[in-house]
Nanobody
C-alpha cells in the first residue's frame, strides 16, 4: 500500500502555470506506476498522465499532451505535474494515484487538490 499526499493546487488565470506535487510513502515504491487523474465539476474522474517510478516512461491524455509534464524526484519520493498553458477546462480536483507495475487497477489515491483556472 502506498500513501499519497498532493499539494500545489490553487487559482490561476488562463494561460498560466501550476506545479502539483505528490509525496509518496510506503514500501517498494519502485514497483509502482504513479498517475494523475482529475475530476472536473459535475463530471467523472478522468486520466491525465501515468509515469513509472524511474521516470523514463510516461503516457499522457490527448487533452494535456504538450502542455503538462510529469516527472519524479527520487530524493523526496515525489511525483510532480507541471501544468502550462492552463485553460478553464483544466479546472478540476486533481488526484495522485498508484498501481502495481503489472496491474491495471489504480488502488491507492491521494485526497486531491483543487485547481481552478479563470478565464
Amino acid at each position: 500500500q502506498v500513501q499519497l499526499v498532493e499539494s500545489g493546487g490553487g487559482l490561476v488565470q488562463a494561460g498560466g502555470s501550476l506545479r502539483l506535487s505528490c509525496a509518496a510513502s510506503g514500501r517498494g515504491l519502485s514497483a509502482y506506476v504513479m498517475g494523475w487523474f482529475r475530476q472536473p465539476p459535475g463530471k467523472k474522474r478522468e486520466f491525465v498522465v501515468s509515469i513509472n517510478w524511474s521516470g523514463d516512461s510516461t503516457l499522457y491524455a490527448a487533452s494535456v499532451k504538450g502542455r503538462f509534464a510529469a516527472s519524479r524526484d527520487p530524493a523526496n519520493n515525489t511525483v510532480n505535474l507541471q501544468m502550462n498553458s492552463l485553460e478553464p477546462e483544466d479546472t478540476a480536483v486533481y488526484y495522485c494515484a498508484a498501481r502495481g507495475l503489472f496491474s491495471n487497477q489504480w488502488h491507492d489515491w491521494g485526497q486531491g487538490t483543487q485547481v481552478t483556472v479563470s478565464s
